[in-house]
């Protein structure tokens, strides 16, 4: 034992360097495990190779760099599965993708793009977004591969006009039908849709829902009344007078009308009943001559009937037009066997039979043809001038005079022809 200032230790020089010995190796075997413990194991995948890295960083470039793999401008690095400290038995890696070519085909738009990733990346890169209603042949997840095409198909919006609202939808392809089955539109069993149901539908279409339904209405009516003209030979030319008042009637109808969206677009008439008649208003209009002069007759046949104011009390109705002159040679005969002289005249017999009794006069009253009678054919009643009646006189010289001048001519009695 080690006397030290009166007492005695338990520990010699020899048995300390022992000890200190033991603390050392106890040291050095800690500092060993200590350092075999911060390393760990990934494996790198990349360029379809395998490169298992040891060690001690946590930085996934460094182990990169370890590996001696480089990352392009486009490559990524798929690092869900790396975790520092964990080993690589147990499915500690990083996987490098290298950018690769893509087609994007956006509905016949085409776009290139060099990108590494999934579909979600390559449409980013492009600056590209799927909405739900269009269609693409990958999902957006799905890993990309070399020369791969995107090819998106974009759903179209359709309007869709229904009760009073404006619906959208979109869509990809179908029918009318199908987008109001969409929409959840339900159809009455009268209502209509335009364009119609088994319509196929492009981009910029729009579907009308009309709500059609029915109704009966009874409705009554004015009838309204006419008014009928008509002549007389016992009114003077340019006078008129009201022959019968006029009187609006009514009657009650029944009606189906066609609402859409509530409006009436058609209605049809189910039936009607008169419940009072109208009463037409008559008026007449003169055709009786005033006689301003009365002159000699000129006709050289007597006036056997009458006259009041000039003109005979017996007129049955009175012809308005155009007269024109002639003569023959004395005794020549006419259409209907009569001889041409003065008092016989030219008309068109299917106007004025022949053997007709008139009396004709100018409207002027100025000048008085006389009494006559319907004897022979006029040429105007052919040829188209608009001549009514052909006057016989028994000179060329009278005839000039007379010329043409409009007459009324007075029908006395009408001939059997």
Known sequence: ????????????????????????????????????????????????????????????????????????????????????????????????????????????????????????????????????????????????????????????????????????????????SDVLSKLGIKLGAEDEVSPSMNTELKAGNSINVYRVTYEERTAVETIRYETIYKTSADVYKGETKVEQEGKNGSKTVVYRDKLVNGKVAKSTKLSEKVDSAAVNKIVVSGTKVKMLATGSQLSAIPMPYPLKDGIPTNVITTIVGYSTAYYSTPGK?????????????????????????????????????????AADTGGFAYNGSGITIDLYFDTYNECIQWGSREVAIYVLKWGNG
């Open 1 to 176: 034992m080690v006397k030290t200032e009166g007492k005695y230790s338990a520990f010699t020089p020899v048995s300390g360097r022992i000890l200190a010995m033991l603390f050392l190796a106890i040291f050095v075997v800690g500092t060993i495990l200590a350092s075999a413990m911060s390393t760990y194991t990934v494996n790198v995948e990349a360029d379809g190779a395998v490169i298992k890295v040891t060690t001690s960083e946590q930085s996934a470039q460094k182990i990169l760099e370890q590996a001696g793999v480089t990352l392009g401008e486009k490559d990524s690095l798929d690092s869900s599965n790396f975790f520092v400290g964990k080993s690589a038995r147990k499915g500690n890696k990083l996987i490098v993708k290298r950018a690769i070519p893509i087609t994007i085909d956006d509905d016949g738009e085409i776009y290139k793009v060099m990108i590494a990733g999934t579909v979600s990346d390559a449409l980013a890169e492009a600056g590209l977004k799927c909405r739900p209603a269009d269609k693409m042949n990958y999902k957006e997840t799905d890993p990309l591969v070399a020369d791969m095409t995107i090819k998106i198909t974009r759903a179209f919006t359709v309007d869709v006009y229904v009760d009073g609202k404006q619906l959208e939808a979109e869509f990809l392809s179908g029918t009318v």
């Open 333 to 373: 005969g006419t259409a209907s066997g009569r001889l041409a002289q003065s008092g016989h005249v030219a008309v068109d017999p299917r106007q004025i039979p022949y053997g007709s009794e008139l009396y004709v006069v100018t409207t002027d009253g100025r000048y008085t043809y006389g009494y006559c009678i």
